[in-house]
């Protein structure tokens, strides 16, 4: 998927560098509306703009003043709530167990911003659902649509459904015949089948997934 999205990258334009260090971020010498990045091996690139991708941080700050339990985020439960019953979190600050993965996690998604929310609002109103969600991100790139679903384990078997070459292509990832994480490129239907099976807790035949030419169903 990596070598997939670099080249999908730079097929549309995209510069991309792998393995560059950036020594210097410079103004223009000659055009004060321009920057120049000076890199370790002493070439440079003249730019209207740099946009810095460190990663976030979660605020914790409230909840730390409110005396909660914080160890990468907000540490809550299945329903959203903390060690304190009277202090709930929920979405990107949220460290909460998930199920599917079957360890504590905190997601960075607006699906998982939305549906933990959901569930924190109904144990804050005495209908107590845990939150069971598979984990779920999106993104569309060019004439891509491209979804990830659940885990994708290091020693997972892959069957690849379709061509990448093609951009259409769904790669589902299984544990003893189980789906246990999907990637989908152009392939909405797949993805969402997937999703019941994998709530389902079915087992599928690889043949079946790597045979294009019948529909799943």
């Known amino acids: 998927m990596s070598s997939f999205l670099l080249a999908l990258h730079r097929a549309n334009g995209v510069d991309v560098r792998l393995n560059a260090a950036l020594t210097k971020l410079d103004d223009h010498p000659n055009d004060a509306n321009r920057i ?39 540490v809550v439960d299945h329903f959203g709530a903390t060690d304190d019953p009277r202090i709930f979190a929920c979405g990107d600050v949220a460290n909460h167990p998930s199920a599917w993965l079957k360890r504590r996690v905190r997601l960075e998604s607006w699906a998982n911003a939305q549906n933990q929310a959901i569930a924190a609002a109904k144990a804050l109103l005495g209908t107590f659902e845990p939150y069971t969600d598979i984990p779920w991100f999106w993104s569309d790139q060019y004439d891509v649509n491209l979804q990830i679903l659940g885990d994708i384990p290091a020693d997972a078997e892959l069957a690849v459904r379709g061509d990448l070459a093609a951009k259409r292509a769904t790669l589902f990832h299984l544990e003893d015949g189980a789906i246990r994480g999907v990637i989908a490129i152009n392939t909405p239907r797949e993805l969402k ?9 079915l087992t599928i035949d690889l043949a079946t997934l790597t045979d294009a030419s019948t529909a799943l169903a």
Do not use: C, Y
């Open 193 to 201: 089948l997937a999703r019941k099976w994998m709530n389902q807790g």
């Open 36 to 74: 120049r990045a000076t890199f370790g091996d002493g070439s440079t690139l003249d730019a209207d703009f740099a946009v810095a991708g460190i990663g976030l941080t979660p605020h914790t700050a409230l909840a730390e003043a409110a005396g909660v339990k914080v160890e990468d985020g907000i």
